[in-house]
């Protein structure tokens, strides 16, 4: 059953703050426009350092943010907002990506457009709208807040508007390619943080995501010898076909563990029909729900590297990249029970789902940081020509988030995490 959160914010209070929304989403179809009309693949620094430099401005002139820009010469820049609150409140951290999967020219062929009810365009959900959620959430608690202060007899009109204790808003260049740059930082700001937000779109029925499976990317490189494959081919060492039995034998790990997947999505090997071929790379995933299970299959993998069924083989494995599994933590169940709540005091029903997909929510949760995600408008077919965005979510899930922030900032439960919470470093 979803939690009763009126005792943390009031049905009237979610009302307002849905009413601010609802007064805002002008300006927010506005940015999402220009925002979905840049061009901001993971490799297009210039684009996604446009965007940073708007979200830079957005978070000092519209939430009074102190801004950090953490500058790479060759992905963009991390854009890291620090918003202070009451006091004692619990920390929070927010996390929405600027980059996108599509090369430069996508936005010129497909720019953003709206058509009953549905906006298109490249990164229209993954994450345009995601990332202004988050800030336009922020917006409407800051509007709220000056709104409770000039409208109260003898109300400080110094105190702050932020109803937690402190909010990072981390803009991250480069999730779409593992986060190699946002990483770092983002482990430092989960450090001090009670809870964290991840802005991706919500599942298209609009679940929210409480879980998601951990990604071990590995590339496997196989050494063999060349020979002349017509003339003596028995000097040779094929590697193409140790690729093809460590292949095999790779597959046929899926189904050992519940949850894990192994998978080679890429094989490449040899130079010429006529060589024996003298080296192989596999490109290998694997994914799995638990830390343990991932572990297990990993071990297993490199297992498999390790032996050869051609003679006079060597296999190198090289990790290219490391997402451990978003386990639904007991503290983070807490954090779902209430949004759930708030979402049904503002006219909605939602789930929260595992999901096979990585995000950012798998650094904060490894590091035993209570997350969810999943906190975007609804939308779907993401990374695709077909990637939409249904208007009509933008303004209850704004609301959504904005009342989440609220009732955490209150939250006794939450608040009491602080004293226990230690300092997350590895």
Excluded at 151 to 168: E, F, K, M
Excluded at 200 to 212: F, K, L, Q, T
Aim: include cysteine; charge should be negative.
């Amino acid at each position: 059953m979803d939690a009763d959160t009126s005792d943390l914010v009031s049905p009237a209070e979610l009302q307002r703050l849905r009413a601010i929304v609802d007064e805002l989403l002008p300006d927010y179809l506005r940015d999402l426009e220009r925002l979905v009309n840049i061009d901001c693949g993971s490799y297009t620094k210039e684009g996604v350092d446009e965007v940073g430099r708007w979200a830079a401005d957005f978070l000092r002139e519209q939430l009074g943010a102190t801004v950090e820009v953490d500058e790479n010469d060759r992905l963009g820049n991390t854009v890291i907002g620090t918003v202070d609150g009451v006091a004692e409140g619990p920390a929070a951290l927010l996390i929405g990506h600027m980059d996108t999967v599509f090369d430069p020219g996508t936005a010129a062929v497909r720019p953003f457009r709206t058509d009953d009810g549905i906006a298109y365009g490249p990164g229209v959900t993954d994450m345009k709208s995601g990332l202004l959620t988050g800030l336009y959430a922020l917006k409407a608690l800051r509007i709220l807040g000056d709104g409770v202060r000039d409208g109260s007899p003898g109300a400080d009109s110094s105190a702050p508007w932020l109803p937690v204790g402190r909010v990072v808003f981390i803009a991250n260049p480069d999730e779409e390619i593992g986060s190699p740059v946002s990483s770092p930082l983002i482990r430092r700001a989960a450090a001090s943080a009670d809870l964290a937000l991840v802005l991706e779109c919500a599942r298209a029925n609009g679940d929210i995501v409480s879980s998601r499976k951990g990604i071990v990317d590995l590339h496997l490189t196989i050494h063999g010898r060349a020979a002349h494959a017509g003339v003596e081919p028995e000097k040779g060492r094929s590697a193409a076909l140790e690729a093809a039995h460590k292949t095999i034998a790779l597959h046929a790990l899926n189904g050992r563990w519940p949850g894990v997947t192994v998978n080679v999505g890429v094989i490449e090997a040899g130079t010429r029909p006529n060589v024996i071929a003298e080296r192989a790379l596999l490109k290998v995933d694997i994914r799995a729900l638990t830390r343990a299970a991932l572990e297990e299959a990993e071990a297993a993998v490199r297992e498999i590297a390790a032996a050869s069924s051609v003679p006079d083989v060597v296999c190198e494995v090289e990790e290219r990249g490391r997402h451990w599994p978003m386990e639904k933590l007991e503290r983070s169940t807490r954090l779902v029970d209430t949004v759930k709540g708030i979402a049904r005091s503002l006219g909605f029903d939602l789930n929260d789902a595992a999901t096979g997909g990585a995000s950012d929510a798998n650094t904060t949760a490894g590091l035993g940081v209570p997350t969810i995600d999943g906190l975007g408008p609804v939308g779907g077919n993401d990374h695709s020509p077909a990637e939409y965005l249904e208007m009509a979510s933008i303004v209850p899930r704004t609301a959504m988030l904005a009342g989440l922030l609220l009732a955490a900032g209150r939250d006794p439960v939450v608040g009491g995490w602080r004293p226990t919470r230690g300092d997350r470093t590895t």
